[in-house]
């Protein structure tokens, strides 16, 4: 039903012959009703006919050649054969209608597969660059990496880069569906096709323009709304022999009646000709691309970007997910959970506390010095500098702060040292390393050492990864995995508060493969991920998603559909749409047959005329569309 021809001037070419048509059909009526001679009429007939069907016979023609049979065909042959036993006008009419609706289909296509383009337009075409020292206006596509740019308040970031100076706030939402702006400082990762608010900010170029994450998107859309669903795959190939069909059963109603029944011809073959266009399969065959093509363009301006119909189809069937654990269920870093002051006469200020770990660790490479810092500076409490700094490799550290020495380090290496805990301390340290935190005890030498407290850091499960997993079993997910290379005591303790099925831990990669294939034994399993240490996993699943991969270029290869925000939110939003979509295919596909079938049978016990015929026929192939459009504005 679609056109297969593939030039820029074919949707206007096609919507003048449509117009022609009409404008030849209109006067061939109005004729009807003069004193004017015949053949004026009949030009009318031949203008509308030329210009209706033009198009109808290039593609009948070019099928013919590949040995198919389509509905193009079928329509053609419909009109000729109207026009063949004196009824012009039904064939005019047929023609028109046929050449609307293929204008009107291809209007809410193409507005399906350019709701990703309008992100084009966040793109400018020239940006400050500097060159020599200078600030120059330089084109997009000629600007390299590690060129330093400038982007102002109000301006869209054209291309990736990192931050080098200036703060602000940058509006994602084109990108990765998130409303709020994200703050920006030196450091931080742009990304192309979003938009600067607040400050100005100068940052380096890190990716060309044909490598930035706005050309990935728009890339990967076109190409996923090119990969066809299953089920339109089968229903494409089915056309063939269902058009083939029409045609023998057309046959079969004009010979049977008029040469074994002696009905007369005419009556047979204009019954023949009206079956002939009601049965055509043209609803069925868009019922299927008007609601994924829909699907997929309004999922990517919400920041999930699907494949594929076909991805899109199969995630409405998963019933087992499996989850990668460290950022993705939790936030991927560290930070400080518990502040724990030693009572009695040594007893330290919670901040002042953390303020002297954070000096201890101030020159410290330590995973877990960062987190300290960061909370200290959090906190905006003054970090001194720190003294005779020396490490202990696997044990901690130690330095002095206003002439006091530090010692900061494990609970192992504390009790290595004999430094005393008070039991009560002792015993909340082994609860929280049960509950996966790793610990650091500060401890000052003062007349003699003594302990100051203890510091409890963990990567924290994300605020909105319980009510995402609730989401999920709601949206019809039987069973959920979780599948990490963290200690088992750690990850399970984190699928209990999370209410997860199964816990596997201890995983290298390899292993997580293994992993999805036994839970491939028991149905199709969808692995969720970062991208990265997951891609293995991600690739083996028979959906692999991609968790709050904006810029991952690992994660955008890799994914069947990748969720651009970290937002897990997001994660239900694409269940929900995937599941809506199936049964927005489900009611086209039911509708689309119910129609053909009650116009066949009409037409063949009550003998409902061609116009009618043709309305009924057509007016089904609109509303498929404009339902599966519906899927643009999907909300959850």
Request: charged residues 20%; glycine residues 8%; aromatic residues 6%.
């Amino acid at each position: 039903m679609e056109s297969t021809l593939h030039t820029d001037d074919a949707p206007q070419i096609e919507t003048l012959l449509m117009l022609l048509c009409g404008l030849g059909l209109l006067a061939g009526i109005g004729l009807g009703f003069s004193s004017l001679p015949l053949p004026l009429q009949q030009l009318c007939w031949v203008l509308a006919y030329g210009a209706g069907g033009y198009f109808g016979v290039v593609e009948s023609f070019q099928s013919l050649r590949k040995g198919q049979v389509d509905v193009d065909l079928l329509m053609v042959l419909a009109a000729l054969g109207a026009a063949y036993i004196g009824h012009p006008l039904e064939g005019a009419m047929l023609l028109f209608l046929f050449a609307l609706s293929n204008v009107l289909q291809n209007v809410a296509m193409e507005r399906s597969r350019s709701a990703i383009q309008s992100l084009m337009k966040l793109r400018p075409e020239r940006i400050h660059c500097q060159l020599n020292g200078q600030w120059t206006l330089c084109p997009v596509t000629e600007v390299q990496p590690g060129t330093r740019v400038l982007v102002k308040p109000g301006e869209s970031i054209a291309l990736d880069g990192e931050v080098l100076s200036g703060k602000s706030a940058v509006d994602e939402s084109s990108l990765t569906g998130e409303s709020l702006p994200i703050a920006k400082s030196e450091g931080d990762s742009l990304f192309s096709g979003t938009v600067n608010q607040s400050g100005s900010l100068e940052y380096e170029v890190t990716k060309s323009e044909a490598e930035s994450t706005l050309s990935k998107i728009i890339s990967m859309v076109e190409n996923a709304q090119s990969e066809k669903a299953s089920s339109q795959r089968f229903l494409e190939k089915a056309e063939q022999v269902y058009a083939a069909g029409v045609i023998l059963f057309t046959l079969g109603l004009i010979f049977v009646p008029w040469k074994v029944w002696g009905h007369p011809f005419e009556s047979s073959f204009y019954q023949a000709m009206t079956v002939m266009v009601v049965a055509s399969p043209c609803a069925l065959i868009i019922s299927t691309p008007a609601a994924f093509l829909s699907a997929i363009g309004g999922a990517a301006r919400r920041g999930v970007l699907f494949k594929g119909g076909v991805h899109l189809e199969r995630m409405a069937g998963i019933k087992t997910l499996a989850f990668d654990k460290t950022g993705t269920l939790t936030r991927g870093e560290p930070t400080v959970t518990h502040l724990i002051p030693v009572p009695g006469e040594y007893q330290a200020d919670p901040n002042e506390l953390l303020r002297k770990l954070a000096a201890v660790e101030a020159h410290s490479e330590h995973p877990l010095a960062e987190a300290v810092l960061k909370a200290t500076r959090a906190r905006n409490l003054e970090i001194p500098e720190p003294q005779n700094f020396q490490s202990i490799p696997g044990r901690g550290a130690v330095a002095t702060m206003e002439n006091q020495e530090l010692i900061a380090g494990s609970l192992r290496y504390f009790e290595e040292i004999e430094v005393p805990i008070p039991t009560e301390l002792l015993k909340r340290c082994h609860q929280l390393q049960d509950q996966g935190h790793s610990l650091i005890l500060v401890a000052e030498q003062s007349e003699s050492l003594h302990l100051l407290g203890v510091v409890a850091l963990a990567d924290e499960i994300r605020e909105d990864a319980a009510r995402m997993i609730k989401g999920l079993r709601k949206r019809g997910i039987e069973r959920i995995a979780m599948l990490t290379g963290d200690h088992p005591r750690v990850a399970a303790h984190i699928a209990g508060q999370l209410g997860i099925d199964d816990v596997f831990a201890g995983l290298l990669p390899e292993q997580k493969v293994d992993i999805i294939r036994e839970l491939q034994k028991e149905g199709s399993v969808a692995m969720v991920g970062d991208g990265v240490n997951d891609a293995p996993a991600l690739a083996t699943a028979n959906l692999g998603i991609a968790m709050g991969a904006a810029g991952t270029d690992v994660a955008m290869e890799t994914a069947d559909v990748v969720l651009m925000s970290n937002d897990l939110c997001h994660l239900v939003n694409a269940f929900a749409l995937a599941q809506r979509s199936r049964r927005i295919v489900a009611q086209n596909l039911i509708f689309s047959l119910s129609v053909i079938l009650i116009l066949v049978i009409s037409t063949l016990t009550i003998g409902i005329p061609l116009p009618l015929g043709v309305i009924g026929h057509e007016g089904s192939t609109v509303l498929v569309c404009l339902n599966g459009l519906r899927l643009l504005s999907f909300k959850v």
